[in-house]
């Protein structure tokens, strides 16, 4: 007898189903802004002031840097950096617990691309800062290369690396976040790289892995939100940071700057303020929205 006809693929999908998205109902107090931020209401400061512990990937890159030491200045009783340099973490970490001995800094080398390694050290900054209540992206590789002599291995590297990598660690604090039950905030790293195409500099795959974090950014907003879970990103220009720099690129940050309205390349301070208010009282109600910072360049 012979064999029964394997399934037609095209009527089988006739009897699938599709799982549906649950939003917040508004009455939940692991949303409230209260509930996180008890003294803000009356208070000038307290309305940027960040409550809780922060985990910040990338943290020991000069844009992670300055949020990271930005975060602690804002009130955060713990942080966690994370980055693949362990020793420029640890580093990093001496000098911010020297200047902030009231918090709690550690820091591991991480892997982001690693699904083991992200959720062991979620769950390592839950133990040791005592809960895990914001992430901040940063970690992130560019690659500037001619599309038609661009490797297909390097192409997967930047995009498993800023893509893939931020959608793990962003999904392994959400976990955590909803096994506290009490809310969170996500910041995610994209570019202006994910609005227009950048010049003078050829980076297609940069490019294309940013604007995947813009879109990750939404979909992830939308559906932890019934979780009391704001997801944001942030979108920064051109900055003024060791990657810039050298002589090689001179002609390059003269072409940056002479394209912005405001003639100049931004400092990672200008950032980092942008994300402190994504995750104090005064962004509250920000979730979805991708933040540009860059003087004004996208206008062009």
């Not at 960040?50 to 009783?77: D, F, K, M, Y």
């Not at 959720?119 to 005592?130: I, K, Q, S």
Request: glycine share 10%.
């Amino acid at each position: 007898m012979a064999s029964p006809a394997p399934p037609d693929a095209r009527s089988e999908l006739t009897k699938r189903t599709i799982p549906f998205m649950t939003l917040a109902q508004g009455d939940d107090d692991k949303a409230s802004v209260d509930a996180r931020h008890p003294a803000a209401r009356d208070s000038a400061a307290g309305r940027f002031g960040i409550a809780g512990n922060v985990v910040v990937t990338g943290g020991a890159g000069a844009i992670g840097s300055e949020v990271a030491r930005a975060i602690l200045q804002h009130g955060a009783s713990g942080l966690m950096i994370l980055d693949l340099d362990a020793a420029a973490a640890g580093d990093r970490v001496r000098a911010l617990r020297d200047e902030f001995p009231r918090a709690r800094v550690e820091a591991r080398g991480v892997d982001v691309t690693d699904e083991e390694q992200v959720a062991g050290a979620v769950a390592e900054a839950a133990a040791l800062l005592g809960s895990v209540d914001m992430l901040v992206c940063f970690a992130g590789v560019v690659g500037c290369v001619h599309a038609l002599d661009m490797p297909a291995s390097r192409w997967r590297r930047i995009l498993d690396v800023n893509t893939t990598g931020t959608f793990l660690c962003a999904q392994a604090a959400a976990r955590q976040m909803v096994a506290q039950g009490t809310g969170g905030r996500i910041v995610l790293t994209a570019s202006i790289s994910a609005r227009r195409v950048n010049f003078p500099q050829p980076q297609a795959a940069y490019n294309v892995s940013k604007a995947a974090v813009v879109m990750l950014k939404s979909s992830l907003a939308a559906e932890w939100a019934r979780y009391g879970i704001a997801v944001n990103s942030v979108s920064p220009g051109y900055m003024d940071t060791v990657l810039n720099e050298g002589e090689g690129l001179a002609a390059a940050r003269r072409s940056w700057c002479a394209r912005n309205p405001l003639g100049r390349m931004g400092v990672p301070e200008e950032v980092a303020g942008v994300v402190v208010m994504l995750l104090s009282r005064a962004g509250s109600y920000i979730n979805g929205a991708d933040i540009v910072v860059d003087g004004g360049g996208v206008v062009f």
